[in-house]
């Protein structure tokens, strides 16, 4: 049934009181029917799908968003055994998720509720405080061993606390939520007030609060790189608290910065004001002729950064580059010409970049897509037989060699390419016969030993 639905339910005899009904109202064998109206319901949520926790939701919360194990919540509670004992009570108390805090229920029920819920727990010994109970502690009451507690739980807030890396050696807990759905992205010019300090609160720089806020480039290695990555993830006005350890900030070196210096190996932390940014226009904000602009200016800092030896950055560089012109149906004659030079430019050296970050799957996709536009480019076969070496798709290798061979017979670095293939190939062939030599001399002592095995007699016969 629905909220506020009316109903008629017909109860057959076998499903109500049967043969003896229910003497003095109800007579044997009979039909029943009810009139009901639903008016309301409490849901009840059994969190951990085993019994352990019962949730009943008291007031409910708003949007739809609930904590993470990063996260850090603000929470009242008030815990109490069956018999209506008060063990603990807080009025506001904040611990990380993934920490936990008073007994094991309190972090699964959080996980599951909205801002400004507020709800009625009921938790057996396993998320409590199990076999052994608790003694009294802090002026609060002792937990008999095997006790079921009763939880009103409420989350008035919680900050937001985000892997930033993917391998929480940059954290990010806003303080304050930013505006809108904008972020920056690379190339963004942003403008940010921000304090870093020490693990012991030693400030060692502070910039954009006593002039104009703090300019710096994404992505161009203006300021250290977790701080970068951790930067692009922000709203405007929004206001961070970021952790950065030392593979992120300034490494197992010392460092001069403008108010002291940051020891090696130092994790940092920085409070940070987004105030503004600027992103950089979007191809579908630019005209053909700008989109070209836009491509070519890409890869000429790719170049740039390929030359450094900074093979990730490049190979941003060259996608985005590739990104502004994908799509080019609306192009006139010229202008795909263009394209065309600029994407297989753009993917060729992208794939280069692969190579050299030892992404080889990628790095033959990359000049398959130069031969759809390209079939004889000696470059792309050349560079897609070094992926394939690498994958050990020999075959393959093989036969990208003879191919640009065929069209530049004298390019001594396919040439070279060819003596490593062929090297390669005798190295497995040889590894093979010796796996396979191994294996039939494994079967033929098998064979010699039951051979020589005694005939078993039956005794009876």
């Not at 989109?291 to 070519?296: D, L, M, Q, S, Y």
């Not at 061979?405 to 390669?424: A, G, M, Q, S, T």
């Amino acid at each position: 049934m629905k909220k506020g639905e009316n109903a008629i339910f017909t109860i057959p005899a076998e499903l109500a009181y049967g043969e003896s009904g229910s003497p003095p109202t109800i007579p044997p064998n009979a039909t029943l029917q009810f009139d009901v109206e639903l008016l309301s319901w409490t849901s009840v949520k059994d969190i951990c799908k085993d019994g352990g926790i019962f949730k009943k939701i008291l007031v409910e919360g708003e949007k739809w968003e609930n904590p993470k194990d990063l996260d850090e919540v603000f929470v009242k509670y008030e815990a109490c055994l069956e018999d209506g004992t008060l063990i603990s009570k807080s009025d506001g108390v904040e611990f990380t998720v993934g920490d936990g805090y008073f007994c094991a229920a309190l972090a699964k029920a959080v996980k599951t509720m909205k801002k400004g819920e507020k709800v009625l727990l009921t938790v057996k010994p396993q998320y409590g405080f199990g076999e052994d109970g608790r003694p009294a502690t802090g002026g609060e009451c002792a937990v008999p061993p095997n006790a079921t507690l009763h939880i009103t739980l409420e989350l008035v807030s919680w900050k937001s606390v985000s892997d930033i890396t993917k391998d929480k050696r940059v954290l990010k807990k806003i303080v304050k939520e930013g505006e809108g759905y904008e972020r920056p992205n690379d190339g963004t010019v942003v403008q940010v007030k921000l304090i870093g300090k020490l693990p012991d609160g030693k400030i060692f720089i502070k910039k954009g609060y006593d002039e104009e806020p703090f300019e710096f480039k994404i992505d161009e290695e203006q300021v250290i790189d977790g701080l970068d990555k951790a930067v692009k993830t922000m709203k405007k006005g929004e206001n961070a608290l970021i952790t950065i350890q030392p593979e992120y900030a300034f490494g197992s070196s010392e460092s001069h910065q403008e108010l002291a210096v940051v020891p090696a190996n130092s994790t940092v932390y920085y409070e940070v004001e987004m105030v503004s940014f600027v992103k950089e226009k979007e191809s579908w904000e630019m005209d053909t002729p700008q989109k070209i602009e836009a491509a070519g200016k890409k890869k000429e800092e790719g170049n740039a950064l390929i030359k450094a030896g900074k093979f990730e950055r490049a190979s941003k560089r060259y996608e985005k580059a590739v990104s502004f012109i994908e799509y080019d149906s609306s192009f006139n004659d010229e202008e795909k010409k263009q394209a065309k030079l600029l994407k297989v430019n753009c993917n060729l050296n992208n794939a280069a970049s692969k190579l050299k970050l030892k992404d080889y799957k990628q790095a033959a996709k990359l000049c398959t897509k130069v031969l759809e536009l390209d079939s004889g480019n000696v470059k792309a076969l050349y560079r897609r037989a070094q992926a394939y070496i690498q994958l050990v798709d020999l075959d393959l290798a093989e036969a990208d060699i003879k191919k640009a061979l065929e069209i530049d017979p004298d390019n001594r670095d396919v040439k070279l390419e060819y003596r490593v293939l062929k090297e390669k190939i005798k190295e497995y062939n040889k590894r093979d016969a010796q796996f396979y030599g191994n294996i039939f001399a494994k079967m033929n002592k098998s064979a010699g030993k039951r051979e020589a095995a005694p005939m078993a007699i039956d005794s009876k016969a």
